[in-house]
């Protein structure tokens, strides 16, 4: 009778060297894949956060059209504040009728806001000094001046005074603060000159 034992294949056991090796293999797969699921993780947050600041707190938006130009030029994209505070001559991001309206700040509640023929603008009976507006114009006008801005209201132009529809036309007319998407803070698309204000 054959011995059994003959016919095994033969026990390979591991040196300590090739154990030891093993281990550390499998320890690193596992540090490895920890690594993985923790950066996953904080970019997940940091994404989300991202998204939430820009949404609640600093809304991005893109320029579409030209009634803000030179200032503003169609494409550029701008990073805007949330905040009901403007003052005189901040541009601005309003609701308006589910659209974006970009403008500048003319006139604030209780002003009295003039336009002559040539699209001189008066705010209070003193002509403002407008460098950014390259050409003036009465522009789609078709409200009566003087007229007083109401309470809780704001007075808005366009640069491109010629193209921009904007407080001037009753369609619009004077924007609610509540209106107000944010202030424009920089441009961060194209990069070039900041805008001008």
Known sequence: MENSTENRDPVFIPTEEQVETELNRIRYRKKFISTLINTAAVLIVVAAAAVLVSTIFMPVIQVSGDSMSPTLDDGDVLVTFKTGNVAYGDLCCVSWQ???????????????????????????????????VIEKSLGDCDISFP???????????????????????????????????GKVLFRIWPFRKNVRT
């Open 147 to 181: 007229y007083e801005v109401p309470d809780q209201k704001i007075f808005l132009l366009g640069d491109n005074r010629s193209r921009s529809v904007d407080s001037r036309n009753k369609d619009i007319g004077c924007i609610e603060k509540e209106q107000i998407v």
């Open 98 to 132: 589910n659209k974006m309206l970009l403008k500048r700040v003319v006139g604030l509640p209780g002003d009295v806001i003039e336009m002559d023929p040539d699209g001189g603008v008066y705010v209070n009976g003193t002509l403002l000094d407008e460098p950014y």
